[in-house]
């Protein structure tokens, strides 16, 4: 015989349990979803008994049948699996949390009622009689406090007794007159048909109030159905008022009396957080205010500390190596620095040819020059000397090879890498370079990091390092280094950014604050359709949409929660701000403006904020956005466990998405665009390895099998202006994760690892865009505009389907963000060809549809929507 014992948890939102469920269970607990619907399951052994296994509901206000978490736990309530279930009941509100304590109480199960949040009832000076409250319910109340541990003991043997007891004590008469005299009636009507005596007065209380849902179970005949109608119409039609809310008023009522009776209140006074409260949810200052501290969060995490950490981990821990010693990292630096200045190799090797020119012997000196023996180079230099070698004509190079002119701009070159001046452009030369210039170049050696101080090497160097060891071949270095090292070390080197970004986040979330930010916000945002709690997975995916759709889940609504999924990573996150800044760079040449990050964040939300209009007035989302329903907890300094806790579910997830998803696709994404058919000119048209086929040319990724894919898909953003290869396949690495693009596209046009900042890369990125020699601005924005908008990288998508927990709903949104993206790039491109270049053609027609369409769903009136909830609205109020 199975003799676990489960022992169930309800309760309202943010009475407590997922707290007192930790602290019972030592939460190591079994974390998945209910079957069918994305509500979180929690379940776990007690850690004091493992034969006692606890799960924790989720939390909800009532049992009734209107949202996804009152069905599951209801239906779980009365499906037998729990001996016994224990109510937690937040004991500062009282009112409240007992309305759904009476129709547990009905359900027939064991029941304990948990009065969490003692601690706090005591230092408000309030006292709740815990015997009377007891004598009342009909059942045992045991006062906790979470929190604080106290009296927990008591509370488990107490539903560990009910549960093993098996038998719940009748449910005592919340309902009065008419009401009571009605439900009784319903009651002899049902009773044949239940067969568990216990659970009659549930049944019977749903057969008065019409719930269809409820009363399926039962098979009533159809005459038993006539005549619940029968009585129910008869009460409603003489009180003037449907069933369900005159229940509702009877269980207030008795709530009312009993309070009254049980509770001694301590005089009213403002506590510390009310006052808070009066400044924060203020309707002038709350704005503001939440503007600030976000301001300040983004500074700390994106523009500050994170960002030291972020470069560490890229150029350190990714890159080159790093210093233990910030002091020898800054000698380091001044010293490359520098070197770098003073470009000493442009000089040799002008010197050098120079001397070549002039007959002298140049054989060792390159070397000698190199390692620093001065013996060799000062003899050579007195050859020279006496040979009157003077080296002039020297054109300045910067880090990268280009040519540079006299006003330190990149100058573009031609085929045979020759430079291409435009009008008034010079090119930069070198001083004239002679004997001592060349003396003082062999002197001054590339500095060596290891001279400096405890020199880390950088993790791409050391796996380098053992490859070359181990002999491995060049396939399996390019894949490791390449592949693996690179790509999923530049989406590792954003931990230490989202690490600060969470600790803040988190520690705002934990200390209360952002319950009132979503209370704030909800004001704006109910214009909308949206409630004010998609305003925080929003929020959040500005630093990665990974965690942002993760925050959804604070949503109950479920419509609410789906569309929020679907339209938060609209909102530009890190990962796409290469692509704004390249964007930029073109347009404005590179200012970086502090207004650059803000203006995208804002023309994200405005996409988020059409599309919600619009999804709002079709079927699958129609309706009011639930009531805003929000326990505002009193500020507290978080706990410190719980509190790094969480920060560390939410950095764990994004790191486990970087080794399973993200590892995959930088494999996927290497081989696509190193394997192919050696097609070119003496190339034998093999299939293989490209970079170590025969007579390799530089542009070998035109034969790679990416261009093949990216080929084959160029023809769906033909239309945006940008059907070429290269463009698709910038955008389809995108979808792998968004900083993919750049670097993709630096790679495609031969540019290496070049920074969004360098001008050759505007200058090349304009070329992209270029049809019949003319640069088309208009689809230069729609391939930006494309690439914000559509569905976001891998770890995001992969989150949306865990998320949506439905494969008809996880096609949707990503078919809505990239049908969405492709209708947006198509209206700028097509605008800007018909008025600024003066084309017109089928897809203009196309594209005047899409935003007539657009318009009409967005200005046309709610189609009428079906009434909600009667009871939550009450609550609301
Ligand atoms: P759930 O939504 O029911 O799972 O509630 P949580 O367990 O998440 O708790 C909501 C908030 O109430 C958290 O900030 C807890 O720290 C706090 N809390 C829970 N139990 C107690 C308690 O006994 N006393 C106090 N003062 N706070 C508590
Ligand atoms: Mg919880």
């Given amino acids: 015989m199975d003799k676990t014992v489960h022992i169930a948890l309800i309760g309202n939102p943010n009475c407590g349990k997922t707290t007192l469920f930790n602290e019972l269970t030592g939460s190591n607990g079994y974390v998945g979803n209910w079957p069918g619907v994305t509500v979180e399951k929690l379940e776990a052994p007690l850690r004091r008994d493992p034969s006692v296994v606890l799960t924790d509901l989720p939390g909800v206000y009532s049992l009734s049948p209107y949202s996804p978490e009152e069905v599951v736990s209801r239906d779980y309530l009365l499906g037998g699996e729990p001996a016994c279930v224990v109510d937690v009941v937040d004991a500062t509100n009282l009112e409240r949390n007992l309305y759904l304590a009476t129709q547990v109480r009905e359900c027939g199960v064991p029941c304990v009622v948990a009065l969490n949040m003692c601690d706090l009832v005591e230092k408000q000076g309030d006292s709740i009689d815990v015997d009377a409250l007891s004598e009342r319910l009909g059942c045992p109340v045991v006062g906790i406090s979470a929190l604080r541990r106290t009296n927990l003991d008591a509370l488990v043997e107490a539903a560990v007794e009910a549960g093993r007891q098996g038998t719940a004590s009748p449910a005592p008469a919340f309902l009065t007159g008419e009401v009571a005299d009605a439900v009784d009636e319903c009651s002899s009507i049902v009773a044949p048909h239940v067969a568990d005596k216990a659970r009659l007065p549930w049944y019977a209380v749903k057969a008065f109030e019409g719930d269809g849902a409820a009363l399926e179970p039962l098979g009533l005949p159809a005459a038993s159905v006539a005549a619940l109608d029968a009585v129910r119409s008869g009460v409603e039609a003489r009180l003037d008022d449907d069933a369900e809310s005159l229940v509702t008023c009877e269980r207030y009522d008795w709530i009312e009396a009993t309070v009254a009776d049980c509770v001694v209140k301590a005089p009213p006074r403002l506590t510390a957080s009310e006052r808070i409260d009066r400044v924060v949810t203020n309707r002038w200052l709350g704005l503001p205010i939440f503007v600030a501290v976000m301001v300040l969060v983004y500074y700390l995490a994106v523009s500050t500390v994170g960002t030291w950490g972020t470069d560490w981990a890229n150029d350190g821990v990714f890159g080159d190596g790093w210093f233990l010693s910030p002091a020898s990292a800054a000698a380091y630096d001044e010293a490359s620095e520098e070197y770098a200045d003073n470009d000493y190799s442009g000089q040799v090797d002008a010197y050098l040819a120079a001397a070549e020119e002039a007959g002298v012997s140049t054989e060792g000196v390159a070397d000698a020059v190199e390692e620093g023996d001065t013996a060799v180079v000062e003899d050579f230099a007195s050859r020279a ?428 949104a990503v078919g809505y963000q990239c049908g969405f993206g492709w209708v947006v790039g198509l209206i700028i491109n097509q605008l800007w060809e018909l008025f600024a270049l003066g084309r017109f053609g089928v897809w203009t027609v196309v594209a005047f549809v899409a935003l007539a369409a657009i318009l009409f769903q967005l200005f046309r009136p709610m189609p009428k929507a079906r009434t909600g909830h009667a009871e939550t609205a009450r609550e609301a109020a």
Avoid at 490 to 501: A, D, E, K, R
Avoid at 615 to 637: D, I, N, Q, S
């Fill in 385 to 812: 000397q006496a040979a009157g070698v003077v080296a002039t004509d020297v054109p300045v190079h910067d880090a990268d090879g280009n040519f540079l002119d006299s006003e330190g701009n990149v100058v573009l070159t031609d085929a045979s890498d020759e430079p291409r001046l435009a009008a008034g452009q010079t090119l930069a030369y070198h001083d004239d370079v002679d004997a001592a210039a060349f003396l003082a170049a062999s002197e001054a050696a590339e500095p060596v990091p290891g001279e400096y101080g405890i020199y880390v090497p950088g993790i791409p160097v050391v796996v380098e390092g053992w490859l070359d060891q181990a002999g491995a071949s060049d396939v399996v270095k390019s894949l490791v280094l390449d592949g693996i090292v690179g790509g999923v070390g530049s989406i590792l080197g954003f931990v230490p950014q989202m690490v600060v970004l969470f600790l803040l986040l988190c520690f705002l979330e934990d200390c209360g604050y952002m319950s009132r930010v979503a209370f704030v916000m909800d004001r704006a945002f109910r214009r909308f359709g949206l409630s004010g709690k998609s305003f925080i997975p929003l929020l959040i995916s500005s630093g990665c949409g990974v965690p942002g759709i993760m925050a959804t889940k604070t949503i109950e609504n479920e419509r609410d929660r789906r569309m929020t999924v679907m339209l938060t990573t609209m909102i530009p996150c890190g990962a796409k701000t290469p692509i704004i800044a390249l964007l930029m760079g073109v347009l404005i040449g590179g200012t970086e403006g502090w207004w650059i990050a803000p203006f995208f964040y804002f023309l994200g939300l405005a996409a988020v904020i059409v599309s919600a209009i619009m999804l709002k007035k079709t079927k699958p989302f129609a309706g009011e956005p639930a009531p805003f329903v929000m326990e505002l907890p009193a500020y507290h300094l978080p706990a410190l466990k719980s509190y790094l806790l969480h920060v560390w579910e939410r950095v764990s997830a994004f790191i486990k998405k970087a080794g399973t998803i993200i590892f995959v696709a930088c494999v996927g994404v290497w081989f696509l665009s190193n394997f192919g058919f050696a097609g070119w000119e003496g190339g034998d048209g093999a299939f293989g390895f490209l970079p170590s086929m025969g007579a390799v040319p530089e542009n070998y990724m035109d034969f790679s099998l990416l261009a093949a894919v990216g080929g084959a898909i160029a023809w769906i953003f033909a239309p945006l202006g940008f059907g070429s290869w290269q463009a698709a396949a910038c955008s389809l690495s995108a979808l792998i994760a968004k900083e993919n693009l750049v670097s993709t596209f630096g790679v495609l046009f031969g540019l290496g690892e070049v920074g969004e900042g360098s001008t050759l890369l505007w200058a090349t990125f304009q070329q992209m865009f270029t049809v019949a020699g003319t640069f088309s601005l208009g689809a230069m924005i729609a391939f930006v505009a494309f690439n914000m908008l559509d569905a976001p990288c891998f770890a995001a998508i992969g989150t949306i389907r865990r998320q949506m927990n439905d494969t008809k709903w996880f096609w949707a």
